[in-house]
C-alpha cells in the first residue's frame, strides 16, 4: 500500500540557509500535519492542513511557512535556519476526520 | 485536548504480553484514545484507536474503562521488535483543532529476550 512520502530524507544546511521540505500524502488524503521532533524529544504540532486550507497552528515560528497544493502535497519552508532547527520533520495525512493519521519516515535536518 | 499520564519505561519479557496503562482523567465525551508508538526515529505508526467499547485488531487490543478515565493498550505476544515509545494520545472528535495529535511523554517499552 502507498505510504506517506516525504523528500529529502535526510538534509544539510548551514545557518542562515533555507530549506524545503516536501510531504506526499496517501492518495485521496486531503488532510496533512507536520510535526517536529527535536534530539531526545517527543513528536510537536507545527501546522496542518484540509483541503489546502490552512486548518490548525502549533508551535510553528515565525521563520517557517507551510503550504497544501492542488494535488495535496504539502511543503515546510524554513527560512534563516538556527542551530536548534536540527530536527527530525514528519509529515502525516488522513482522508476523514474520525479515521487514523499515517505518518511518513521523516526528514532529518542538520544546520551546521 | 485531554491529558494522559503513561509511565516513562515498561520491561516485558518477550512471548508475554505486555499491557501499557494510560490515565486520561479528563477526558470529555467526544474524545478518541489513539495509540501509536514510534520506533527509533522512525515516523510513529498507528497501533489502535477507541471511544467506549474496547478494541481489538491485529496489532494489539485496547481495554477502556467504564468511566473511560484510563485505559490499557494490550500487545498479547511482544516480541523484540516491538521495542519503541508508546504513546497515548486524546484526541477530540468534533472539528477544528480538536483533530490534531498531541504527542505528550510515552512510555518506552523494552522487550527483553
Known amino acids: ?112 | 485536548d485531554a491529558k494522559t499520564t503513561q509511565p516513562p519505561s515498561m520491561d516485558c519479557a518477550e512471548g508475554r504480553a505486555a499491557n501499557l496503562p494510560c490515565n486520561h482523567s479528563t477526558i470529555s465525551g467526544n474524545e478518541y484514545v489513539y495509540w501509536y508508538r514510534q520506533i527509533h526515529s522512525q515516523g510513529p505508526q498507528y497501533i489502535i484507536h477507541g471511544l467506549k467499547n474496547n478494541e481489538t485488531n491485529e496489532m494489539a487490543s485496547l481495554i477502556i474503562t467504564e468511566d473511560r478515565k484510563s485505559s490499557t493498550l494490550i500487545l498479547p505476544h511482544a516480541t523484540l521488535r516491538d521495542t519503541a515509545v508508546y504513546y497515548c494520545i486524546v484526541r477530540g472528535g468534533s472539528g477544528g483543532s480538536n483533530y490534531k495529535l498531541t504527542f505528550g511523554k510515552g512510555t518506552l517499552l523494552t522487550v527483553n529476550p
Not at chain 1, 529529502?8 to 516536501?22: D, M
Not at chain 1, 496517501?26 to 496533512?32: G, Q
Not at chain 1, 492542513?49 to 503550504?67: L, T, V
Open chain 1, 1 to 112: 500500500a502507498a505510504g506517506v512520502i516525504q523528500s529529502p530524507r535526510h538534509l544539510i544546511k548551514e545557518k542562515r540557509e533555507t530549506a524545503t521540505l516536501k510531504c506526499y500524502p496517501i492518495p485521496r488524503h486531503d488532510t496533512v500535519y507536520w510535526y517536529q521532533q527535536g534530539p531526545g524529544q517527543d513528536p510537536q504540532f507545527l501546522i496542518s492542513f484540509y483541503e489546502k486550507m490552512q486548518s490548525d497552528k502549533g508551535s510553528i515560528p515565525d521563520r517557517f511557512s507551510a503550504q497544501q497544493f492542488s494535488d495535496y502535497h504539502s511543503e515546510l519552508n524554513m527560512s534563516s535556519l538556527e542551530l536548534g532547527d536540527s530536527a527530525l520533520y514528519f509529515c502525516a495525512s488522513r482522508w476523514d476526520f474520525n479515521t487514523e493519521a499515517f505518518f511518513g519516515q521523516g526528514t532529518r535536518l542538520t544546520v551546521v
